[in-house]
């Protein structure tokens, strides 16, 4: 089998029309909870700076301060409003990494097949069966780490205009920023495959470890490390979204 990347690099709007149509009525609901939340922290806002200037200082609220609050929360507000196409952006722009490597580094591709070498007998049928379900499991993770990646995209797009407001409130910042990161990491999985691909179609390419087995005439070894090719390839996989969390401190 073998992972196509370029897969992964498809717009919400391209990978399944239907459901981004959904996804974009979600987003244009929650708007209303959302401007009700922009307006909250607004009034609370306006309250501790009456409390601190008016009541403490007896002054009134000062121009400057004025203006700084008012772009403020409108500058959220567009945020929240165009929190869609923003997002779809952003992962145009996070994409555009795949593309470039793509450019950059011609590679085979990210693709795993059992080898069984010359292996007879009812060993054969055991190998072969191993083979068989490993590489099973690597096709079905690799269609997952697909489908789970948009499902999550979509499902941030969705409820954006709730998360968004929280950038006006200090103590709620570090909701929206964690927002920003998640969907961000789930982006960068594209791009965290791109290289892995040519960091693994590199090391595998010559098939060092099976001609070295193979020379020495160790056909059981032969089956069994292709085997543990198609572990590490499971496993590589399968950590690149963690990695990206991590690195995103997310």
């Known amino acids: 089998m073998k992972l196509d990347v370029s897969e992964l690099t498809k717009s919400l709007a391209t990978y399944n029309p239907v459901v981004n149509q959904s996804i974009l009525a979600i987003n244009k609901a929650l708007l209303v909870l959302g401007n009700i ?7 609370l806002e306006m309250m501790k700076w009456y409390e601190l200037v008016g009541g403490t200082l007896g002054k009134k609220l000062p121009m400057k301060l004025w203006l ?48 069984l070498g010359t ?6 049928i055991i190998l072969n069966l191993i083979g068989g379900m490993v590489s099973l499991v690597a096709n079905v993770i690799s269609k997952l780490i ?25 103590m709620l910042r570090p909701i929206a920023i964690t927002f920003l990161k998640y969907f961000s990491s789930y982006v960068l999985i594209a791009l965290g495959l791109a290289v892995i691909s040519v960091i693994y179609a590199a090391l595998f390419s ?15 070894v032969t089956a069994l490390l292709s085997i543990l090719q198609g572990i590490i390839y499971i496993m590589t996989i399968v950590r690149v979204g963690r990695r990206m969390r991590h690195l995103l401190g997310v």
């Open 119 to 124: 292996v007879g007998g009812p060993a054969k």
């Open 206 to 220: 010559t098939n060092f470890l099976l001609a070295f087995v193979e020379s020495r005439g160790i056909p059981y």
């Open 146 to 170: 697909s489908f789970l990646r948009y499902m999550e995209l979509y499902f941030l797009k969705g409820i954006a205009p709730v998360l968004v407001p929280s950038l006006v409130n200090e």
């Open 68 to 115: 700084e609050i008012g772009f403020k929360y409108l500058a959220c507000w567009l945020l929240m409003q165009y929190s869609a196409p923003i997002l779809d952006g952003l992962m145009w722009l996070l994409d555009s990494g795949v593309y470039l490597i793509s450019k950059a580094v011609k590679a085979e591709g990210y693709s795993y097949t059992f080898e």
């Open 37 to 43: 939340l922009l307006a909250i922290f607004l009034l």
